[in-house]
């Protein structure tokens, strides 16, 4: 009989809840603690607290430890998407103490980290493996109390008072008890609404939230309620000022169940745990008894995924999908309360997301001149509606500028104009303005006039933190204006050096765009230079929203490429048509069979699929290859939300088209033609 090694632990950061990490690790089947990395590896106590564990000197020198294959991550929260991230570069395995980070985007980083890593990373909600965590779940599912209604949970505590020094209380380490605590009742909310629906978990539709922001800043007390599709409304409070019930209640038509404090089940170091159902035809206590240590759970659970070749945990821990759902949660609750730490903030994020300061040397993504820019341009632009904080944004900015991207696209009316402060923000922050291509638009419908122009754009710069645009369009057209008053108003602000490049119009015909040029030609202005329509592989057939405007017919691509007009391509991948969303017998998404769907762009979505197969990459690759590969200059404008979605974008880099690919994909070339 063969034994297989243990995994060897190591604890990053040798606080309170490392200790009794430490006790689980001890009482485990599969891991061995080998490690400690401390800042201070002279405090005293260590040697008592983790005994049999060598210390060593600072973090880094845990992550280059070849004798420690996984990391119990136990800092204050501000620092573990940092150390997580960097644990999966270095090919350890990460076990994250809650929260995984201070917000959904920060998890996800860390989730993408391991991803590409090939590593296991877990957030520790050590409730979550307990035998009765489980037996809850199979209560509601067999229908104990009826149908479930209402979920009620708290995890709140009282601090002697106001500590300003302490973690719990200090705003640059993202105090309160939002993050520290409020993920419990929220993390078993969602759980348990899964099981009343047969699912793992469910994400609540609607979160409402109130809090008390003490001195300084962070929330000492707060409540949030939760709706749930299908009807269930979860009530949820934590603090660290005030202290709680801390009863788990779920009420159903036919009764309630109550647990008390669920989080430490049957007990830190085991015990019996008890789960009390009240119907109106009598009480009823089931015990559950553990002789195993709480940590332990969490310890084996990761173990055994780790020894499985698993990346996350398997339910009812807490797997990638569950963590981010969490976070979410927390995100909305904080945003309901205006809870914006100060380290969240510019002046104080001033690394990349892994710790570091931004790099400007990447070459992922290629740069081409453009006609009228003073600096080359990245192939891909990126854009970016849909952050609401600077620190999520950032992490997103950093990577698309890393891989070699300079090309930035915001719009006044983005966002009510957070997309353009936030950009502003990010490029003060980083310092990068003078390597960077920002586009500016302006002027849409109904205040689509001349004299708007000058107007919003003074706006635009106050929020870009800076004097000038790279490239301009008017977001649309007016065509009760003569075409000639708009030329003059963009040509003052070339002038005038707010626009320092191309300006044209954005969703603007071909017509008006030859007008804008023969005006300006008669008048010695200025002539529009750039151009921002929808263009795809996939033709738009009818606008998908008002005043909106495609160039992929072939009468356009002719006129593209005879006036070899920049055009930066909105809806350059087909907003999903070109992805599993889509298909001849798939009719359930409105907007895509409204705008997209034709035989036409079947078939090209067909020979799409095709030559993907071919080149191993997917159908919405070698669609953005194809606006990349146009014989004008073709600047494709991408929306990732996520680091994922940002790398599967620069797959298409890889791809180069030929004239008669274009031509075959587009369906004028017999196939046997293309990659022939």
């Known amino acids: 009989m063969t034994s297989i090694a243990p995994i060897r632990w190591g604890i990053l950061g040798p606080g309170t809840i490392a200790k009794a990490f430490a006790g689980g690790v001890a009482h485990s089947r599969t891991g061995t603690l080998v490690a400690v990395g401390a800042r201070n590896p002279g405090k005293s106590g260590l040697a008592?607290?983790?005994?049999?564990?060598?210390?060593?000197?600072?973090?880094?020198?845990?992550?280059?430890?070849?004798?420690?294959?996984?990391?119990?991550?136990?800092?204050?929260?501000?620092?573990?998407?940092?150390?997580?991230?960097k644990a999966a570069k270095a090919g350890k395995h990460v076990l994250c103490e809650k929260p995984m980070g201070l917000t959904a985007f920060e998890a996800d980083a860390m989730i993408h980290a391991a991803r590409k890593a090939g590593t296991f990373l877990g957030e520790a909600f050590m409730y979550r493996l307990?035998?009765?965590?489980?037996?809850?779940?199979?209560?509601?599912?067999?229908?104990?109390?009826?149908?479930?209604?209402?979920?009620?949970?708290?995890?709140g505590f009282a601090m002697?008072?106001?500590?300003?020094?302490?973690?719990?209380?200090?705003?640059?380490?993202?105090?309160g008890g939002i993050l520290d605590v409020g993920g419990y009742p929220v993390s078993m909310a969602r759980l348990i609404a899964g099981a009343a629906a047969g699912e793992p978990f469910v994400e609540p539709d609607k979160v409402a939230g109130a809090a008390h922001l003490g001195q300084s800043g962070v929330d000492e007390w707060a409540s949030a309620l939760l709706h749930f599709p299908g009807g269930i409304v979860a009530e949820v409070s934590c603090g660290i000022s005030l202290a709680q019930d801390n009863v788990l209640r779920i009420l159903g038509t036919k009764g309630r169940i109550e647990v008390a404090d669920f989080w430490y089940a049957s007990g830190k170091e085991g015990g019996t745990g008890k789960i009390r159902i009240i119907r109106p035809d009598g009480d009823e206590v089931i015990e559950v008894t553990e002789d195993?240590?709480?940590?332990?759970?969490?310890?084996?659970?990761?173990?055994?995924?780790?020894?499985?070749?698993?990346?996350?945990?398997?339910?009812?821990?807490?797997?990638?999908?569950?963590?981010?759902?969490?976070?979410?949660v927390l995100d909305r609750w904080r945003a309901a309360i205006g809870l914006e730490y100060e380290i969240e903030k510019p002046t104080k994020r001033v690394n990349t997301i892994s710790g570091r300061r931004l790099r400007s040397s990447g070459t992922t993504i290629t740069k081409r001149e453009i006609p009228g820019?003073?600096?080359?341009?990245?192939?891909?632009?990126?854009?970016?509606?849909?952050f609401r904080t600077f620190s999520s944004g950032a992490i997103l900015l950093d990577a698309y500028f890393e891989a070699g991207g300079n090309v930035f696209d915001t719009a006044y009316i983005y966002g009510a104009g957070y997309t353009e402060t936030l950009l502003g923000q990010w490029l003060a922050n980083r310092g990068v303005r003078e390597q960077s291509v920002v586009i500016g638009k302006g002027a849409h419908t109904p205040l689509c006039y001349p004299d708007m122009i000058g107007k919003q754009l003074t706006q635009s710069l106050e929020r870009l933190q800076s004097d000038h645009v790279d490239v301009y369009f008017m977001h649309r057209d007016n065509p009760d204006v003569p075409v000639g008053e708009f030329v003059d108003a963009m040509d003052r602000e070339v002038r005038a050096g707010?626009?320092?490049?191309?300006?044209?119009?954005?969703?603007?015909?071909?017509?008006?765009?030859?007008?804008?040029?023969?005006?300006?030609?008669?008048?010695?202005?200025?002539?529009?230079?750039?151009?921002?329509n929808n263009f795809s592989l996939a033709e738009m057939l009818e606008p998908?929203?008002?005043?909106?405007?495609?160039?992929?017919?072939?009468?356009?691509?002719?006129?593209?490429?005879?006036?070899?007009?920049?055009?930066?391509?909105?809806?350059?991948?087909?907003?999903?048509?070109?992805?599993?969303?889509?298909?001849r017998d798939q009719r359930d998404n409105e907007e895509l069979v409204r705008v997209w769907y034709s035989e036409k762009n079947f078939g090209r979505r067909d020979r799409a699929i095709e030559l993907a197969n071919r080149l191993g990459k997917s159908p919405i690759h070698v669609a953005l290859a194809y606006v990349l590969a146009q014989p004008f200059p073709s600047v494709p404008l991408i929306g990732p939300r996520t680091l994922d979605e940002l790398e599967d974008s620069l797959q298409a880099l890889d791809i180069a088209l030929s004239p008669d690919d274009l031509a075959w994909l587009d369906g004028g070339l017999d196939r046997k033609r293309a990659r022939g």
């Open 498 to 532: 707010r626009i320092r490049g191309p300006f044209g119009g954005s969703n603007w015909t071909m017509a008006r765009m030859d007008e804008a040029i023969a005006y300006a030609e008669r008048t010695g202005k200025q002539k529009p230079g750039a151009l921002s």
């Open 130 to 155: 307990h035998p009765q965590t489980a037996k809850l779940v199979e209560l509601v599912r067999s229908g104990a109390i009826g149908e479930v209604r209402v979920i009620k949970s708290s995890f």
């Open 373 to 386: 820019l003073p600096r080359p341009a990245s192939c891909l632009a990126l854009g970016f509606e849909d």
């Open 48 to 85: 008592e607290n983790f005994p049999g564990a060598r210390i060593l000197e600072g973090y880094a020198a845990l992550l280059a430890d070849p004798n420690v294959d996984a990391i119990y991550i136990s800092t204050p929260h501000p620092s573990h998407a940092e150390w997580a991230i």
């Open 292 to 328: 195993r240590w709480l940590y332990a759970f969490e310890v084996d659970a990761a173990g055994e995924a780790i020894l499985a070749g698993k990346r996350e945990f398997a339910w009812p821990g807490m797997g990638w999908a569950d963590s981010l759902g969490n976070l979410r």
């Open 160 to 175: 002697p008072g106001f500590m300003p020094e302490h973690r719990l209380y200090a705003n640059d380490l993202a105090g």
């Open 544 to 583: 998908i929203w008002a005043g909106c405007v495609t160039s992929s017919s072939d009468e356009w691509k002719a006129w593209l490429t005879a006036r070899q007009m920049p055009n930066f391509a909105w809806s350059s991948q087909g907003r999903g048509f070109f992805t599993g969303r889509a298909g």
